[in-house]
């Protein structure tokens, strides 16, 4: 198979094995002619990952969950990202927003923000607490200085 000009990193906060959205996602970009990684986290009980039509890339993170957790996801995400060829990179919901900001800001690459849900409501973040009331100010920040947005539908 010819590689494609275009290569997008598709970043989720998961351990990619069963989020068949995603993987329908990924498998729609590769069908349009686009080389297609999805990136994630791999967890001690992660299952191995086969068959599919793209590369993958799991990170061992040395945090499960909370501000740390995202911290370490987004430093890593945007170190890992740093130093690959890409075109497009494609955040799968606020958690990986802002690696993917930042990069898209040093490399001059295209951002696609995938909000499928309205991430500040998930029942996880408490109305009025610190961790949603950061959120909210991190995808603010972002949508000021974005260039565009628009919703896709795949």
Known sequence: MARSNHQIYVSVSNDLFSDMRVDKICNTLVSMGFEVTLVGRKLPESLPLSGRKYSTKRMKLLFRKGALFYAELNARLFLFLLFKRHSFLLANDLDTLPANYALSKVRGSTLIYDSHE??????????GSFAKNTWLRIERFIFLFASFTETLAI
């Open 118 to 127: 309205y991430f500040t409501e998930v029942p996880e973040l408490v109305e």
